[in-house]
């Protein structure tokens, strides 16, 4: 009888067709947790979070040295109008 050494074609397919299973599977799991997108989204979210905490610091000063008074002008105040006030500032 005569033996070959060597693969068959066909597990050499099966073989390959894992390996593309597997290299998919990889780059869907890599796509969906995008660890840049997370980390932008982190680094977004913290600064969100730092700014209300330095903006309720800036209300809690400006009440304290106004004796808890408060202006009603600036309640009913403009985006622009609030604008132009902070640069004088």
């Known amino acids: 009888m005569n033996q070959r050494k060597g693969i068959s074609l066909i ?5 390959i067709v894992v390996i593309i299973i597997l290299a998919v599977a990889v780059l869907l799991n890599v796509i969906k947790n995008n660890p840049v997108e997370n980390a932008k989204e ?10 209300n905490e ?3 610091l800036y209300v809690s000063n400006k009440t304290l040295s106004n004796d ?3 202006d009603k002008k ?4 403009t985006k ?10």
């Not at 982190?42 to 700014?51: E, L, Y």
């Not at 109008?81 to 902070?86: A, D, I, K, N, S």
């Open 11 to 15: 597990i050499l397919v099966i073989t």
């Open 42 to 51: 982190s680094t977004f979210k913290n600064d969100i979070k730092t700014f």
């Open 54 to 56: 330095q903006l309720m």
């Open 68 to 70: 808890g008074q408060y």
């Open 74 to 77: 600036k309640l009913n105040a």
């Open 80 to 89: 622009n109008e609030l604008y132009e006030r902070w640069r004088k500032n």
